[in-house]
């Protein structure tokens, strides 16, 4: 996880704890995933990636850490969203724990079922990790992500 602001006011002190819990949670987005595609090939009675998809086939980490650093920014914009008042007077943001980014994230992937083209892109990220079409899926995702999200006014250089 790379520790920057993404939107106006993102509030750093929780994106460091969610470092702390970044491996937790690309297990978390790659079970889901797994799970969602294991079960919509039991669906149409297919086993295409299956034997390629093992449990602990190993991941580059770098190849969903945009979506992961995306996703954990929505929470934070969630949880302690960007302070509106003027003279940006203090005012005390709810308390949040690493449980609950962590008990969100899971939430998030598990209604991924209604989102397939999203469980799709980490599919081919995952399966295609460090080629050309996975480099393709990782931009796709991300915007994607981002257009799910506009409600976020993200920072240019987290468009980049």
């Given at each position: 996880?790379?520790?920057c602001?993404?939107?106006?006011?993102?509030d750093?002190?929780?994106?460091?704890?969610?470092h702390d819990?970044?491996?937790?949670?690309?297990?978390?987005?790659?079970?889901?995933?797994?799970?969602?595609?294991?079960?919509?090939?039991?669906i149409v009675?297919?086993?295409?990636?299956?034997s390629?998809?093992?449990?602990?086939?190993?991941?580059?980490h770098?190849?969903?850490?945009?979506?992961?650093?995306?996703?954990?920014?929505v929470?934070?914009?969630?949880v302690?969203?960007?302070?509106?008042?003027?003279?940006?007077?203090?005012?005390?943001?709810?308390?949040?724990t690493?449980?609950?980014w962590?008990?969100?994230?899971?939430q998030?992937?598990?209604?991924?079922?209604?989102r397939?083209?999203?469980?799709?892109?980490?599919?081919r990220?995952?399966?295609?990790?460090?080629?050309?079409?996975?480099?393709?899926?990782?931009r796709?995702?991300?915007?994607?992500?981002?257009?799910?999200?506009?409600?976020?006014?993200w920072k240019?250089?987290?468009?980049?």
């Amino acid at each position: 996880m790379i520790i920057c602001d993404q939107f106006e006011g993102d509030d750093l002190s929780l994106a460091r704890e969610q470092h702390d819990s970044y491996n937790e949670a690309l297990r978390i987005i790659y079970t889901g995933c797994r799970s969602h595609y294991l079960s919509a090939c039991t669906i149409v009675g297919i086993s295409l990636w299956e034997s390629e998809w093992e449990e602990d086939r190993p991941v580059d980490h770098r190849t969903i850490q945009d979506a992961h650093d995306l996703l954990a920014a929505v929470w934070r914009h969630q949880v302690s969203p960007p302070d509106p008042t003027l003279l940006g007077a203090l005012v005390e943001k709810p308390s949040s724990t690493m449980t609950d980014w962590l008990r969100w994230l899971h939430q998030t992937v598990s209604g991924w079922n209604e989102r397939p083209e999203i469980v799709s892109l980490f599919v081919r990220i995952f399966l295609e990790q460090n080629t050309d079409a996975g480099f393709e899926a990782e931009r796709q995702l991300i915007t994607l992500l981002r257009g799910r999200y506009l409600d976020i006014r993200w920072k240019r250089e987290a468009l980049d």
